[in-house]
């Protein structure tokens, strides 16, 4: 049994407004643009997605209703964990650690540079900089989301809105 975990950074958020907290800042027309042709790569790949879990900051929160009505799929299912809010790492990890076993292949939504730092601890493949609505895949062999911090991983593939292909591994 293996577990699947599609990283994705929110898409492109507004900074219009100084006054808006960080944590409620909208995403912007290029985002609301990014975010279903991101979700549609993934279908085109017929990747199946268990679960939908995500930062309740505003522009994550958005970033996966795009993805989750993309899926047809219920905007009451997305699983909202506060710590995936500017995470880092570790929390990643625990978070992770954490999920369903029921779910093998989980999308998680989250910011900058927490998911950066994040995707670059999984495996021999690196990015600079997880653009917005980035998507960054990995296989674990683990049937325990609790065993995959530890799992061999295998890198999948990275995609991003400004792509002109798809890096694969």
Request: proline share 4%.
């Amino acid at each position: 049994m293996s577990k699947q975990l599609l990283l994705i950074r929110h898409a492109k958020s507004s900074w219009a407004d100084f006054s808006v907290k960080d944590f409620d800042r909208p995403l912007n027309d290029r985002g609301k643009r990014d975010a279903p042709v991101m979700a549609q790569r993934l279908l085109d790949k017929k990747i199946t997605i268990d679960a939908f879990v995500a930062s309740p900051a505003k522009r994550a929160k958005k970033t996966a209703e795009y993805f989750i009505s993309a899926y047809d799929r219920q905007k009451s299912e997305i699983i909202f964990i506060d710590e995936l809010y500017l995470a880092t790492p570790v929390v990643f990890e625990s978070v992770i650690a954490q999920l369903d076993d029921r779910y093998n292949t989980i999308a998680v939504f989250s910011h900058n540079n927490g998911i950066t730092d994040y995707a670059n601890t999984l495996t021999h493949t690196r990015v600079d900089e997880m653009p917005t609505c980035a998507i960054f895949a990995v296989k674990a062999t683990a049937s325990s989301w609790k065993d995959f911090t530890a799992a061999e991983k295998e890198f999948l593939f990275f995609d991003y809105p400004k792509s002109d292909r798809v890096e694969e591994s």
